[in-house]
């Protein structure tokens, strides 16, 4: 069993940025950042496969949000600029130990905040 812990959410204006961290307990071989926003379901929002470090995003963050890692730490970190209201939502760091950064991603963080007012 792995353990995945997040921080790093809060309240900030539209244009403002956050850092998200994420530490796993244990060895994965990919972590990510998915998030729930209301009314629509859980989406992945951006991953990292330690085997390359090759990150893949959801398309409509690219250029605004960047993943980073740690291999040692087993820590990843999503930077987010130019934060719009509808990045408002939980945000969860997964962690698994698939081939690819797609997934599946076997164990899940309790969520992090992030709300972004207008």
């Known amino acids: 069993q792995v353990h995945v812990a997040e921080s790093g959410g809060g309240l900030v204006q539209a244009g403002g940025s956050l850092r998200l961290s994420c530490v796993a307990s244990g060895g994965t071989t990919i972590m990510g950042w998915f998030r729930q926003v209301p009314g629509k379901e859980n989406e992945f929002v951006a991953g990292?496969?330690?085997?390359?470090?090759?990150?893949a995003y959801k398309d409509s963050i690219k250029g605004r949000f960047t993943i980073s890692g740690d291999i040692d730490k087993n820590m990843v970190y999503l930077q987010m600029n130019n934060l719009k209201s509808e990045d408002t939502g939980v945000y969860y760091c997964?962690?698994?130990?698939?081939?690819?950064?797609?997934?599946?991603?076997?164990?899940w963080g309790q969520g992090t905040q992030v709300t972004v007012s207008s």
């Open positions: 990292l496969a330690w085997s390359d470090l090759s990150p």
């Open positions: 997964a962690a698994g130990r698939a081939i690819t950064v797609r997934g599946p991603y076997d164990w």
